[in-house]
């Protein structure tokens, strides 16, 4: 992920409790870069973008197993 003032990877942003955390970003592109999109779907994009995962999480928003292992160990 390129690094910006502006970019993707300065806009994540950070919440947790006790008991939960949450991370995300504003970016109106964040999820498209994350999961992927056709074309079909977004008439405005260039083309069909392929997913470019920056936070490890899968579509149901579950951790993916290295991830959860380095945050509960």
Do not use: C
Request: hydrophobic content about 40%; cysteine-free.
């Amino acid at each position: 992920m390129q690094v910006s003032a502006a970019g993707l990877a300065a806009s994540i942003t950070t919440y947790a409790t006790d008991s939960s955390a949450l991370v995300g970003s504003n970016k109106p592109y964040a999820a498209m870069m994350q999961f992927g999109g056709e074309q079909a779907d977004f008439p405005y994009l260039w083309g069909d973008v392929p997913s470019r995962p920056y936070l490890p999480v899968d579509l149901d928003g579950s951790l993916q197993p290295e991830a959860e292992e380095a945050i509960t160990h």
